[in-house]
């Protein structure tokens, strides 16, 4: 894993939540000479979207809990620690929308509000 993910305040990870997975594959892969890694998990597939070797973001279904909202990117930025995070968030007049969850093998997330309005999703990375 390189540096940026282990940035504090550093932009990580760019993921797609849709209605149809492989159309949305297809799109960026040939937009952006993305390729694409599915990894099957409980109940989907998730697929890593590389840019050459790297790993920048993933594409997946929207989930149950999401249903009815529109395709859409959500970036993630890394934090040093995503519960302390979760109360300076609190603090701030933000709110927890997802709140800290554990991601195997990956990290802990959570998705924020902020007072505007506006969604973000704060990560820990689990060290390699």
């Given at each position: 894993?390189?540096?940026?993910?282990?940035?504090?305040?550093?932009?990580?990870?760019?993921?797609?939540?849709?209605?149809?997975?492989?159309?949305?594959?297809?799109?960026?892969?040939?937009?952006?000479?993305?390729?694409?890694?599915?990894?099957?998990?409980?109940?989907?597939?998730?697929?890593?979207?590389?840019?050459?070797?790297?790993?920048?973001?993933?594409?997946?279904?929207?989930?149950?809990?999401?249903?009815?909202?529109?395709?859409?990117?959500?970036?993630?930025?890394?934090?040093?620690?995503?519960?302390?995070?979760?109360?300076?968030?609190?603090?701030?007049g933000g709110k927890i929308l997802v709140p800290p969850t554990d991601i195997p093998d990956t990290g802990r997330f959570c998705l924020i509000?902020?007072?505007?309005?506006?969604?973000?999703?704060?990560?820990?990375?689990?060290?390699?």
């Open positions: 894993m390189d540096n940026l993910f282990q940035q504090h305040g550093a932009f990580s990870w760019g993921e797609l939540m849709t209605t149809d997975p492989t159309a949305a594959k297809e799109f960026y892969q040939k937009v952006f000479g993305w390729t694409m890694e599915d990894m099957p998990m409980e109940g989907m597939t998730y697929t890593v979207v590389k840019a050459g070797e790297r790993s920048v973001g993933g594409i997946m279904p929207i989930p149950p809990q999401a249903k009815g909202e529109s395709p859409a990117w959500g970036n993630y930025v890394t934090v040093e620690d995503v519960d302390a995070s979760v109360k300076l968030v609190k603090e701030l509000q902020d007072p505007q309005g506006a969604t973000i999703s704060m990560i820990t990375y689990t060290p390699m």
